[in-house]
Every structure is written in structure tokens, then in C-alpha cells.
């Protein structure tokens, strides 16, 4: 589920990617300050999403600083700091990739994922005792995802409904309009089928759960086959669902847009036709 | 309510007279026209009336009095309940329906269109359109639900940011909206 929510960066004008990367590098030192040096480990874009799209949606100010980062120590860049949204943004980010290695483990004995988890499991404590309540939604939700694939569910649209209402769930701010609510439900919808779509080929041969292969009862033919096969339903359903996605992004009142317009309106539509068109980032359509 | 005088038909008027009329009221009212306008209430209003008086010259060649328990009825019902919200309800009336008809796939799309599930809900009105395939109503909701989606798949190859708005809103619709606008009684001439 991972790395599908970036920003398209040629596309954005130069004032915009140091606006960004301010958020992203401010992110990773938000998370090193406030759960310890191995949680930056887990710095993602959807988290890093996340925090932009709360912090456009209230009217706190910014803190800009210029500063340098360990790992690229030779140039000065900017950081965002003082953010109640990088902080949230941080906890949330180490419970999602710690679920997400946890899966990886149950699912396919992925001797990184265990090690993963045993890795991040004091950060991911940290982060426990502070997000009682979130940990516990995403843990009931991942749980209700496990039942489904032991269930082999026949549906992605049924699959990707607990991942959905995690993504609900994160937003779930105070204060959080219906708009929202239902912009990062249909948002996890997306991101999940995107990701069963993407690692189609890949499930079918390693034998791992994959809605699509029930949904369109896969018979043992070709992967590469079957996926040009299951192709066009998937198709509608991701642009269908980004359709919806992008009217409830269109309601909410940003503040500063231009990342997020990027992201959102140009990202995901380009996403989508990579994804489909079976390439890998950088292999541009 | 007469349903003749709502229609502006006469008595007695055929199946096909009736139709014409319908259609063109349907027109004349329909919500896409009142967006933003401060008689869409008295349009939706007049075109739920309208809906009800086809619905009741089609079940049974309206013999007052004579309310219609057939199935396309109980069908109908299913799709009110969707409109209003209620998908619990819906569901349960439905299981109880005979199912693998075009209808009953129609109904599917509906309650499936509305909880989010799109993909499923495509895949009940391509099973129904198989099973009926010159139906008006599941072709019309077929098509609004492909538009819709062909606009965002051009939007996503050319690349550009969609400024279009007012465009936008057209296709914007809902799907299940639209399967309950376009119900109306062709749903039930049909059966």
C-alpha cells in the first residue's frame, strides 16, 4: 500500500517540491524527536499525505525552519516543525507500516516483515500507549481483512473495505467534515485495489491471497494472461472510485492547494494508468 | 390522484401513448435540470408524482383499488428503500425476492452502487443487461456509469488537471441516484 500517494515532482513548480520535501523532512525529524531514531525508518509519502491534507484543512500557521539533515548533510533545506499534524502524522505512520510487515509475516511467512516487526515493536508501543483508541480501530479492522482472505472473499470491493474505513479512521480528526470522512474512504478503496492489482502477477505465483484471483476465478492460466483478462473490470473500478474521490477532495476547504492539487488530481490519475499499464515507477506512459 | 391527468393523457390511452408522455415529462422535470434552482424541490416533487402515476397505469392496466403484489413490485420497493438510505431493509427484501432475474441483478447494483461497491455493482448491471438486453433503464444506468468513468480515464491519459466543472457535475451523479431516477416504471413495464 505503499508508495502509490507521491506527488507527480515535474509537475510542480520549484516554491512547491521545498513546500513538500519541508513536510516530508520535517515529518522524519518529528518522528526521530518524538518516537525515537528507529521510528524515521517508517517515514512514508502517505503519511507525509496525511499531514498535509490536515494541516491545509486548519487554520494553524506554519513554523518554517532552514536546516540540515544528517542524511543529506550537504545542503541546507527547509523544515516544517512544531506541527500538531507531523506528530499525528508520525504515530500513524509507524502503526501503518508496523501492520503492514505484521501482514506481510501472517501472509507470506516474509522473513522481513518478522523482523520488522520485532524491530519497530518498542516504537510501535510508544506509539500504542499515546493512540490507544486509533490502535485499537486499525487492529479490529485488520482483523475483520484477515477474516476475509481466510474466507478466500470473492470481491475486491469487499476486500478493500477494511482498509477503507482504516483510512476513515485517520482522518477521523476532531473536527473532520462528512466530506472528508468519505474522501479518505474512497481513498483507501483506491489504494487497495491499486496495490491487489499491482501484485497480481506476484500472488498468483507465491499462492498468496488476492481478491482479483477469486473475484474472476482464476483457473491456473497464465498470470500475465489473467491479468490483461481481469484488466478492464479493474479498470472501471479504480477510475470510478477516483472519480468520487476527487469530487469530495474538490469540497473541502484547503487552504494552500497546490501540493495537494498535484497529488490528488494529477498523482493518482497517473498512478492508476501506470498500474494498469503493468509499469514500474519510472517507467513513464 | 388520477393518473391520467397527471400524465396529460386520456383515458384509456395506449401503452406506447403513455410511454411518450412519461418520457417527456421525465424530461420536462428532471433534477439535472433544477440543479441549483429554487423549484427543484416543486420538480422533484412533480416528477415523483409522475413516476407514480406510470408506475400505476403499468401494474395491471390501473383497475382502481387493484394494488399490484407481483414481483416487479416488491423490486420496485427494493429500489425505494436504496433511494431512502435504508440498505438493511433493502437487502433483506431482496433475499426474499426471487434471485439470478435481470431485476433481481438490477437491484443488486443498486444497494451495491450505494455501499460503495462499485466494481460488484458493474458487474449486477452487465448480468442484468444479459439478461434483458433491450432494457432501457439498465442501459441508461450502464451508460451514466461508464461515462462517468471514461471521463476520468481521459482525464488521467491527457494528463491535465479537469477545470471543467459544470461538466464535471453531469457525470458526477451517483450511480444509485441514477438507478432510482431512471427506474421510474420502465422497471416495471418490463415484467
Keep these: 500500500m505503499f508508495g502509490y500517494l507521491r506527488p507527480v515532482e515535474p509537475e510542480l513548480k520549484i516554491k512547491d517540491f521545498h513546500y513538500f520535501r519541508a513536510y516530508y523532512c520535517g515529518l522524519c525529524r518529528a518522528m526521530g524527536k518524538r518516537l525515537g531514531q528507529t521510528s524515521r525508518l517508517t517515514l512514508s509519502y502517505e503519511a507525509t499525505f496525511l499531514a498535509l491534507l490536515l494541516s491545509a ?44 510487515l505484521l501482514d506481510d509475516w501472517h501472509n507470506e511467512r516474509a522473513i522481513q516483515g518478522l523482523l520488522g516487526v520485532g524491530f519497530l515493536s518498542l516504537t510501535k508501543n510508544k506509539v500504542h ?27 475486491v470491493d469487499r476486500a478493500a473495505e477494511p482498509f477503507a474505513r482504516i483510512m476513515r479512521e485517520l482522518f477521523s480528526v476532531p473536527g473532520a467534515s462528512e466530506e472528508l470522512l468519505s474522501f479518505a474512504y474512497e481513498l483507501g478503496r483506491w489504494l487497495y485495489i491499486v496495490d491487489a492489482f499491482d501484485d497480481l502477477e506476484a500472488d498468483l505465483k507465491s499462492g498468496s491471497y488476492n481478491p482479483l484471483r477469486y473475484q474472476f476465478a482464476w483457473q491456473g492460466e497464465e498470470a500475465s494472461i489473467f491479468r490483461e483478462q ?15 474521490l476527487q469530487d469530495h477532495y474538490r ?21 492508476t494508468a501506470r498500474i494498469l499499464a503493468g509499469k514500474k515507477r519510472g517507467e513513464d506512459n | 390522484m388520477n393518473p391520467y391527468e397527471v400524465l396529460g393523457v386520456r383515458e384509456g390511452a395506449s401503452k ?34 409522475i413516476n407514480e402515476a406510470y408506475n400505476m397505469l403499468n401494474q395491471g392496466g390501473y383497475s382502481r383499488g387493484q394494488s399490484s ?29 426471487p434471485s439470478g432475474t435481470g431485476q433481481w441483478h438490477f437491484c443488486r447494483a443498486a444497494i451495491t452502487a450505494r455501499l460503495g461497491r462499485y466494481g460488484e455493482a458493474q458487474q449486477h448491471l452487465q448480468a442484468a443487461m444479459r439478461l434483458e438486453p433491450g432494457n432501457p433503464t439498465y442501459q441508461a444506468a450502464y451508460q451514466q456509469m461508464m461515462g462517468a468513468m471514461n471521463q476520468q480515464r481521459q482525464t488521467a491519459f491527457s ?33
Design chain 2, 69 to 97: 403484489s407481483s414481483g416487479g413490485a416488491s423490486y420496485q420497493r427494493v429500489i425505494e428503500l436504496v433511494e431512502r438510505g435504508q440498505i438493511p431493509e433493502a437487502e433483506r427484501l431482496l433475499s426474499q425476492l
Design chain 1, 57 to 100: 484543512l486548519s487554520d494553524d500557521a506554519e513554523q518554517l525552519t532552514v536546516g540540515r539533515c544528517l542524511l543529506h548533510p550537504g545542503r541546507k533545506r527547509l523544515f516544517l516543525k512544531n506541527s500538531p499534524h507531523l506528530d499525528y502524522a508520525a504515530d500513524v505512520g509507524v502503526l501503518l507500516v508496523y501492520y503492514k
Design chain 2, 159 to 191: 494528463g491535465q488537471k479537469d477545470t471543467d466543472d459544470i461538466c464535471r457535475v453531469c457525470t458526477a451523479l451517483y450511480f444509485a441516484d441514477c438507478c432510482c431516477e431512471c427506474m421510474g416504471g420502465d422497471f416495471i413495464s418490463c415484467c
Design chain 1, 251 to 271: 469540497q473541502l476547504p484547503i487552504v494552500r492547494r497546490e501540493v495537494l492539487d498535484n497529488i490528488v488530481l494529477l498523482g493518482l490519475n497517473q498512478t
Design chain 1, 129 to 155: 500507549k499515546k493512540r490507544k483508541q486509533l490502535a485499537g480501530g486499525i487492529a479490529w479492522e485488520l482483523d475483520q481483512l484477515q477474516t476475509l482472505e481466510d474466507a478466500a472473499c470473492p470481491s
Design chain 1, 230 to 244: 481481469v484488466k478492464p473490470p479493474v479498470e472501471f473500478n479504480l477510475y470510478y472510485t477516483l472519480g468520487k
Design chain 2, 16 to 49: 406506447e401513448e403513455i410511454r411518450k408522455a412519461y418520457l417527456e415529462l421525465v424530461k420536462k422535470y428532471h433534477p439535472d435540470k433544477y440543479r441549483n434552482n429554487p423549484l427543484a424541490d416543486l420538480a422533484e416533487e412533480k416528477l415523483k408524482e
